[in-house]
């Protein structure tokens, strides 16, 4: 699943407030300041935050993927691919942070602890005042499935319903060949009045009628090109793209891709999705982004996740730009995985998501996109 294949290359680490450096090298072009502005802490003692939305009144939510839980299961480990033992529970939070600050458990999802790693909750979107989100994932052989643990969700007055899973047609179909596995993740309310979903582990892109609850697959993402053989894809040397976030500009769909392991510097790129499934390189030479956001200036900004190395955390926020031409606008983010901004232009950046637990931290950012 996907917390796994952003853990699975890196020592996980938590810092405090005071450990987060952040600058910004853009000018005036880029539309974010000059200077970056000092954080503030709108939530903590978060367990692996994934996902943040902000609503026009300023109340956050937020959701994380919880620690697993009291239940013992046995499922494959996503990279070692071998059964092990696993812990299960309604861990992962959907938590709201109203516009004074307080902080309120609003619902619960299904949390499963394997390998090292927990995932759960993912990624929240709004549309037409209801809220959605993607929970979980299922692998091959993993048995049968919990409820609410793959697909898309309606939280509803603290209630959780679920409105689609993954997994009928992934054991069914399996769209991508290589694996039968699914991780849904990326989730935002499109142009068309239908949700819009990436599958981190599928390799695809989906749009979800909550309505007829009804899934209708866009496209598959092809490997890219890799260093060592992938042996779900009978050695070829390829990775696996991993799309973590679906945006919209101009009414068109860009998709953020974080490829697997190895995942190598400047291998990540954000692709544009045409109406009829065509996919297109839109940014290249970006290194693991964890997410992808249409900022209030119109312009996509994406999160991206950089390892501990000894020089600093290296996670940033960047401006997306076509080719090669993405700038730079917060650095020294540790371990960054959700983006969000209001009309304002005050960026929430959730950190130490795949850090311990109880390290996870969203901040705010005041100001960050000028929108002027």
């Not at 009928?168 to 991780?183: F, H, K, L, V």
């Not at 919209?248 to 974080?258: I, K, P, R, T």
Request: net charge negative; hydrophobic share 40%; charged share 20%.
């Amino acid at each position: 699943m996907l917390t796994t294949r952003l853990s699975a290359g890196c020592v996980l680490f938590a810092v405090s407030i005071t450990g987060v450096a952040c600058a910004s090298d853009t000018d005036d072009q880029t539309g974010a300041r000059a200077v970056a502005p000092e954080p503030v802490v709108v939530a903590d003692d978060l367990n692996g935050p994934m996902g943040i939305l902000v609503e026009p009144d300023g109340t956050v939510w937020i959701v994380d993927s919880g620690v697993g839980g009291d239940q013992a299961v046995l499922t494959p480990d996503p990279v070692s691919r071998q059964l092990a033992e696993a812990s299960f529970g309604l861990t992962s939070r959907i938590i709201r942070v109203d516009v004074e600050g307080g902080q309120t458990e609003f619902a619960h999802l299904p949390s499963l602890h394997v390998g090292g790693t927990a995932y759960g909750g993912a990624r929240l979107a709004m549309l037409d005042g209801v809220l959605y989100a993607t929970s979980g994932g299922w692998i091959e052989g993993s048995g049968d499935r919990q409820t609410n643990h793959s697909g898309v969700v309606r939280v509803d007055s603290s209630q959780v319903v679920e409105v689609v899973n993954t997994i009928e047609i992934e054991s069914g179909q399996n769209p991508d060949p290589a694996q039968r596995e699914t991780n849904p993740y990326g989730l935002t309310a499109g142009p068309d009045g239908m949700l819009w979903m990436t599958d981190a582990a599928g390799n695809t892109l989906y749009r979800v009628d909550p309505e007829s609850r009804s899934l209708e697959l866009v496209t598959v993402f092809e490997a890219l090109p890799g260093s060592v053989p992938n042996d779900a894809r009978s050695g070829a040397l390829e990775v696996e793209p991993v799309p973590t976030a679906v945006a919209f500009m101009d009414g068109e769909a860009y998709v953020s891709f974080l490829p697997g392991l190895p995942m190598a510097e400047g291998t990540a790129k954000v692709v544009r999705v045409s109406a009829d499934g065509s996919v297109t390189d839109f940014a290249t030479d970006l290194t693991r982004l964890t997410d992808l956001q249409t900022g209030p200036d119109g312009h996509l900004y994406a999160v991206s996740m950089g390892f501990p190395d000894g020089s600093g955390p290296g996670g940033a926020v960047i401006r997306i730009a076509r080719g090669s031409a993405s700038v730079t606008v917060l650095t020294d983010l540790p371990l960054p995985t959700a983006l969000a901004f209001d009309s304002r232009g005050d960026a929430y950046v959730a950190i130490n998501g795949v850090g311990q637990p109880g390290s996870g931290r969203v901040l705010r950012f005041p100001g960050l996109v000028d929108v002027r």
